[in-house]
């Protein structure tokens, strides 16, 4: 079973995971919208699948629904709050039923023969 919370991924396969630009994700992390793991060597930021998700529900928030940034960390909370008291929250602890939109294969899998 996968560690959902585990940073695996760059800021660049991120922003092409959710469809923006990485200078997005940065502002959004300044906003403290997220908050991604920075590795001690490099700096470099990585992201764990709840990230993206979290980023995704961002993005739908701010192009679809057209809230603005200054009111969305309010939405996020509500959200997450909402979905407590219905129930809704996925116990990660279990398999889920339903994959990610778009699995990717592990750092390096692809070079193998």
Not at 54 to 83: C, D, G, M, N, W
């Amino acid at each position: 079973m996968r560690d959902l919370s585990r940073p695996l991924f760059p800021i660049g396969v991120v922003a092409g995971l959710i469809g923006c630009s990485p200078s997005t994700l940065r502002s959004w992390e300044a906003k403290g919208l997220v908050s991604p793991y920075r590795d001690r060597h490099t700096g470099y930021r990585l992201y764990s699948w709840r990230d993206v998700e979290r980023l995704q529900f961002i993005r739908y928030l701010v192009t679809k629904r057209k809230v603005p940034l200054r009111e969305v960390k309010a939405k996020l909370r509500a959200s997450t709050a909402h979905r407590e008291r219905k129930g809704w929250i996925i116990d990660r602890r279990r398999p889920r039923k339903a994959a990610v939109a778009l699995p990717l294969p592990a750092i390096g899998e692809d070079l193998k023969p």
